[in-house]
Each structure stands twice: as C-alpha cells, then as structure tokens.
C-alpha cells in the first residue's frame, strides 16, 4: 500500500490518539495471568498490542472486545496459563516476544514463541541472558534470534543489571520475577520507561523501585482491575513535529500519556524551539495524562546524547525531520540501539532523508542532520517499519510537491488511523 502526502498549508484542529503500546502490552499480559476480570478502556487500536492478546489468548485466556472498544480479559492466575496448540506469533512486537517470555519461562510447558521476518532479525540474547541466570532454558535461532523455545521451569530471584537502557530487558526480568520465590531486582544505571512499576502496582503486586533499583516479590497475587490506557505519546510525536515545522499550525492533542520517564520528549522539543503548552494534568490507572498544544513557527533544533538518546529513541526518526528544517539542524549520538529496532533506523533514516535531497551525516551510533534545509518530493519507503512510515508522511507535509509514501501499511503496527488523522487536521 502507498499513501500520497500532499504539502499542508497548515495543521488545524483537535485529536486523541489511540491507546499507548507501551502501557497496553502490559496491561494485556497482566490481566491474563490476574486473578479475576480486568476491563481495559482505550486499549492501543496497534497490530503489536492485538498480536500480544492473541498469544494469551493462544495461552488459554478468554478475551473480548466490547462494542464501546473495551476490552475484557478474563484472568486466569499466575499459574492458570496452558501449553499452546502451536506456535505463538508475535508478529512485529519486540515487545510481545520479550515481555512474555518472561511469563513462558515460568510455565510447566513448553512454548515456542515466533514472529514476522524483521522480528526474526532482532536480537534476544537481551532477555536470553537474564532468563537463563534465572533457571530458565531458551533456545534460539544462532543463539540469539526468534523463534523462541522456551521450556519453562521454577525460577530462581535473583538480581540483574541490564548492560543496556532496555524497558523491555527490566520488563521481562520482573515478569519472570513474579513466579520467583523471593526478591528479583533489575538495576538501571539509566533509567527507562516505568510502566511496568506503574501497572504491577495497580494489579497489587509487591513492588519497590528506589535509586534505580526495581525489586518485585514473587510469587505475585495480582488482582484484575478495571483500567485505562492514556494516548499514546510516540504517536502524538508525529503529529507535534508536523504542526511545528508547518507554519501557522495550531493543533490540540486530548489525553495524552506524560509519563516522566516517556515525556522527555516534551522537554526537548522546548529546548528545541517549539511552541507547546500541556494543560489539564490529571492522573489515569497510575499514569500522568494532560492535553497538548502545539503552534508552528520556526524551531531551532538539537542535539540527543546520552541518557536522552534513551529516553527518546522511538521518537528520533520523526525528530530528524524538524532537524532538517531546523535552523542549527540535529546531531543524534548514542543511539546504537536504532539499529536493532524494527528496522535500522539510522540506515532507514538516512536513505529516506536523502531521497528528498536532505544532507545527512551517518554515524555507527547516530546522525547529523544539518539545518534549514527543503524536503524535495520523493518516493521513500518505509522498509516496513511504523515509525519510518509515520515519519516520512509528516516530512511529506513540509515537502515541495507530492511525497508518495511507499508500504505505508506498516503505520498499522502502533497507529491503523495515522493516515485518517492526518488528513483530518491537515489544510
Ligand atoms: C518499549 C521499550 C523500548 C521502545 C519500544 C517499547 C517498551 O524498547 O523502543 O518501542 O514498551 O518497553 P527497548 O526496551 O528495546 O529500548
């Protein structure tokens, strides 16, 4: 599929997004192995957080979606889980496959858990590690790669160190953690997405994180609990980059996620020039939720480094494109972890920049991408990753003439409206 972008004359109106992935992959998992029924309102609409409701539901967990979008879950307990018929299909979430294996390791049975050809290019020797340290026995394509065989057994406590900034890392350790005898710990030397920490604590579990220390006690009683996903951040990115670079813009994004540990991004675009104001702050099932606005107008742009790099990895493609445009242009370093997201974002970045006709500096571990630069018209391609999709459309808004985005149908990953919004708010 190929969507055509047309250069916006400005962005105008008001939208909320479809539910956080982040916070819904959590949510899903924790229902299912919950005792008693959760209700989730606002569950992301993605084709990552639909492919982890179909591996509990492959694990023997009853799930429906409400007419009014919600979805129940009926849990089934920590140790409810049963031994699916097949292979369990992660689709495109590197997610899915690393937050659940740390349940699969737990179970009586063994599980085989797969995914589609750039899942089965990502590596799992991340979670391989710790899984292992804890009793489990995974193996995996050359060591490393999906499919998945996880033979579960009792897990031992233990405490663990990532040597990478990785949500996902702590995420299945502390999953794992929850059928462990004991105290499990992951140590962050740079902190990263709490949603786990938050959501645990609304399903009642035991959970302490102080001084980059997160302990969880197993085993876990977890409660079902009726909750509500907030907007997702990643995605309103897009949409304040858009209305930023295009001059005139004035955009409301509602209910927005303003997690801390995910709203450096705010804080950037600031420093970064942008008009943007949050009002309405309000707290949803543990989470900081408020309201965006954002007008465009010239933005000066920025370098991400270090922890920063962290913090905004999935926003940085979006984020090369007000670099651009920018007046001082963008510098990104320590970002080495863009290369193994869905696709490589520093290689799918830079082609496409340069398929407008944008300079860019590659580096092993980032980018530079010198200002005031113009967006020509091009074919550029998403390489079947949402966030390169979602990016290069709103590059084609500040671009001279038609941009045609190709396999723009990877954008259903995280966001199936991101194409219906944009013309919604675009003049
Ligand atoms: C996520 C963590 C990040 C992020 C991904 C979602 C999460 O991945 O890129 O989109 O929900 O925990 P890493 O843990 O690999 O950094």
Redesign the pocket.
Known sequence: MQQIITPARRLDGQIRLPGD??VS?RYGILAAIAEGSSTIHHYSTGADCQSTLGCMRALGVSITRREDGAVLIEGRGLNGLQAPAGDLDAGNS??TIRMLSGVLAAQPFTSRIAGDESLSRRPMDRIMKPLSLMGADVEAVDGRFPPLTIHGRALKAMRYEPPM?????K?CVLMAGLYAEGETAVLEKVG??D?TELALREFGAEIVSSGGVITVKGPARLQGRELSVPGDLSSAAFFLVAAAIVPGSKLLIQGVGLNPSRSALLDWLVAAGVNLRVSNLAEVSGELVGDLLVTGGDVKGGIIRGAASAAL??EIPVLSVLGAVSRDGLVVKDAR?LRV?ETDRIATVADNLQRMGVRVEVYEDGFRVPGKQKFRAARVDSFGDHRIAMAFAVAGLAAEGETAVLNAGAASVSFPEFYATLRQITV
């Open positions: 992935k982040s992959h590197g997610s900034a990785s949500a996902q890392v995420t990263t997405r949603h990895i999935d972890e997201k």
